[in-house]
Each structure stands twice: as C-alpha cells, then as structure tokens.
C-alpha cells in the first residue's frame, strides 16, 4: 500500500511517506530562524499553530522571507 503524500513547499514537490506536522517539516527543512511568515493553502498561518497543523496530500506551503533594508 502507497502511503505517499504529495506536498509543494514553495513551489516544488516533495513526497513524504509519514503523518508530519507544518512545525516538523519547516524543522526538517532548516527554517529555524522568526523572519519568515507561512502561507498554508492560501491562508497565513498563526507560528503558535504551526505544531498543531497536519500536512495532507497536495497541500502547499509558500515560506515568505522578512527582509530588511533601505
């Protein structure tokens, strides 16, 4: 039995084989830092939710850098 999750993260695919939250991907991935906002499935997303969201089949995550200048 295929237990494969298509998900995009910032426009790319990736496949994952096992229940994940948004918190454990963003971990997986290296997004440690608080500049950053998170766009899931076309809403923002609260950073106190991130551990409670779980990732399902062709969700899309869109990670939106904060950049300073001036």
Known sequence: MNNNKKIFLNGYQFLINKDLTLKQILDYFNYKNT???IEY???ICDRTEFSNIKINSNDKIEVITIVGGG
């Open 35 to 37: 500049l950053f906002v």
């Open 41 to 43: 499935n076309n809403l």
